[in-house]
């Protein structure tokens, strides 16, 4: 079912009045707590006030889908949950009989969307969870779209960047749980799909976004600065002794780490290879397809340190950081 459905569900108006059993006020009309039969089989139980749905109260449809919760002069607005005729569900906040504010979504197949509403929409801050996969998407939405900033989690990496109509664009990062980063960018290309030769139509084309790995680096973390040593108060400088193998090492190690970055520019495309990560949309229902970001790290590894019968995590934990603390250099290790 989808998450627009509900405006094909219906209420009756105020003038369809069925069959009526509570209370009135002097003037006749409905008013306070009743029980109303509508003309099309649907059924209402709750609180009126002149006339109309006021209050708390549960609508019933007869397709099987059901409101419970709060109305203003007839109209869904307030804190509610719209249960559909699938099974599919909605519980948050409604304005002017829509989805508005914060509320949470679950659909059929599982997914849930939990965030803000705008209009009925999507709209704001919001997570997307991929029950299929384990995955979910947080950040904005527009209009019901995947849009601005973002992250994609996956269950051993994260990509973090910009999306534009469900599409990650422009530069972002890719985070592996092995312990460092693919930096890169996202670049839109159109696709032709078809072409009438015989008439001077415009060829439709598809935009498919395409992963330009640029480096790969260690993970950023967040390091405390430290105060700046003073000099001696004599005015003499104490002359550090120098490491092991010499003082030069850390500086070779970062000009190797720059070599082994400014090497990796034409990596496998993490966003290409794994199209069997892609669920087609089996409803036009507004649940969300998951296409880019599954990768595997396997494939990344063998590519960026150079080891093809080794395991990511194994490289990582028995090469590649034991030998940069030890103070080796890329070239050393390999």
Excluded at 125 to 152: C, D, H, P, R
């Amino acid at each position: 079912m989808s998450d627009l459905g509900s405006e094909e569900l219906e209420e009756e108006g105020e003038n369809d009045l069925g069959e009526y059993d509570g209370e009135r006020n002097e003037a006749g009309e409905r008013h306070g707590h009743g029980k109303a039969r509508l003309p099309n089989g649907d059924t209402y139980e709750g609180s009126y006030q002149h006339g109309k749905r006021h209050g708390q109260g549960i609508y019933k449809f007869k397709s099987g889908a059901r409101y419970i919760g709060e109305y203003v002069k007839n109209k869904k607005h307030g804190h509610g949950t719209f249960i559909y005729p699938d099974g599919s569900r909605y519980e948050g906040e409604w304005a002017d009989d829509r989805r508005h504010g914060y509320g949470v979504y679950c659909y059929v197949n599982n997914d849930t969307y939990t965030g803000e509403w705008f209009a009925h929409q999507r709209h704001g801050q919001g997570t997307y969870f991929y029950a299929e996969t384990g995955s979910k998407y947080v950040g904005t939405w527009v209009n019901g779209q995947q849009e601005g900033m973002a992250e994609l989690i996956h269950l051993n990496h994260r990509y973090q960047g910009k999306f534009l109509n469900k599409n990650p664009v422009g530069p972002g990062k890719y985070v592996f749980d092995i312990g460092c980063e693919q930096h890169g960018e996202y670049r839109l290309t159109d696709v032709e799909r078809g072409e009438e030769e015989e008439e001077e139509e415009v060829t439709l084309m598809t935009v498919v976004p395409k992963w330009k790995a640029t480096s790969i680096t260690e993970l950023a973390l967040w390091t405390p600065t430290l105060p700046e040593e003073q000099p001696p108060a004599d005015g003499t400088i104490q002359e550090e002794a120098p490491g092991p193998e010499g003082g030069g090492e850390p500086a070779e190690d970062d000009q190797a780490l720059a070599d082994l970055s400014e090497g990796e520019a034409d990596l496998t495309r993490p966003g290409e290879d794994n199209e069997d990560a892609t669920r087609e949309e089996g409803r036009e229902d507004g649940q969300e397809e998951l296409r880019y970001g599954a990768i595997d790290q396997g494939e990344l590894c063998r590519s960026a340190w150079g080891c093809r019968f080794l395991e990511p995590l194994k490289v990582f934990r028995e090469l590649w950081a034991p030998a940069v603390r030890g103070g080796l250099s890329s070239n050393q290790i390999f």
